[in-house]
């Protein structure tokens, strides 16, 4: 029997309509129209970058609020947190609320917030009160809104590049999720992921789920297929970007979530390391988090959690000057649920 696809439904008996459960996966069987379409990427907003001033469009947002495990240490060491240790302390802390029971937590902190309420101390009900926030704010924008790995999002930023077999290097890559979604839409390259904290790979990225669908590309037939980690060729180096020893020989650089930790004086380098590894024509895909307001929230409801070291919110168009001063041309750029995406060459 041939599957329709149609409009997307709003009753029960609509969402039950909706999807179909294969052997390995469920399909959705919904199109988007245009408005729709937009709910989850906005492109090119930016006519003409040569045009752009950073007076008028302002620096970006610098976060201020830190986590209590960097200026404990800070204060028990009497100088600043090492760029290297920060990023150990928030990879494991990341990683523990990415395998959070979240419904079991939810239910925990709740509990724990009564029964310090009726304790009367001021101290332990602000405590509690601030766990059942970040436990909610992180179901919402990791499971509801599915904002940090965003799919829908990211194929709608990465499709139609001219690539076939791609290798592909993701600078600073945890657990590695944006290079696999591009090789499931750019089959059959490569892909080598870097990352100077080991706990990347041998927790993060290894114990990113085998049963994660990526929707992509199916060469053979013209049509979509759904991946799974397993499918791609990956190589995982711990490393430092500085050190690495590639030369230019990579259709795409990669980073997400990268740019925006370097102040303004090191952004330039940063901009550097994805140049010298691509190859000509090649391309850089680079996402940052974006400066709007409930990012500003989240970024300070979860400081423990996200705020280890240097970091800023940008708009689209204050991540793109700093790319277009740099020498990049820009191809493609847009914003998503919490992020913002370009695509660039080198000029």
Known sequence: MEL???????????????????????EDLRFF??????????LNTVNDWSELRWKDI?????VT????????WEERNGKELPVHTSWELFNRSFHEWFVKDVPAEMSRSKKEFFAKLASLQIKDIKSALGNVLRIHLWNYAHRIE?????????????????????????????????????????????????????????????????????????????????????DFTIHYEVNDIRKLNYGKEFDIVLSV???EHFPDELKPEVLEWHRK????????IMTTPRAQLKSKLYYEIMAD????????LMTVEQMGLYLYENGLDILRHGYIKVHNGIIAKVK
């Open 4 to 26: 329709q696809k149609h409009p997307i439904g709003t009753s029960m008996d609509d969402m039950e309509r909706d999807t179909v459960l294969t052997p390995s996966y469920r």
């Open 33 to 42: 129209n245009e408005k729709e379409y937009n709910k989850f990427v906005k």
């Open 58 to 62: 302002g620096k970006p947002f610098q």
């Open 65 to 72: 609020s830190f986590s209590k495990e960097k200026t404990e």
């Open 146 to 230: 599915d904002g940090i790995w965003d799919p829908r999002g990211k194929r709608a930023l990465f499709e139609g590049l001219d690539l076939q077999k791609p290798r592909i290097l993701f600078l600073g890559a945890a657990e590695g999720y944006e290079a696999m979604q591009l090789a499931a839409m750019y089959p059959k390259g490569e892909v080598v992921m870097v990352d100077y904290d080991e706990f990347c790979r041998d927790s993060r990225f290894k114990e990113f789920p085998e049963s994660y669908p990526f929707l992509g590309f199916n060469p053979a037939t013209g049509g979509s297929k759904v991946y799974y980690k397993s």
């Open 257 to 259: 979530g990268l740019l």
């Open 277 to 284: 590894f691509l190859k000509p024509g090649g391309y850089i």
């Open 305 to 312: 959690v996200m705020n280890h070291t240097y970091r800023e």
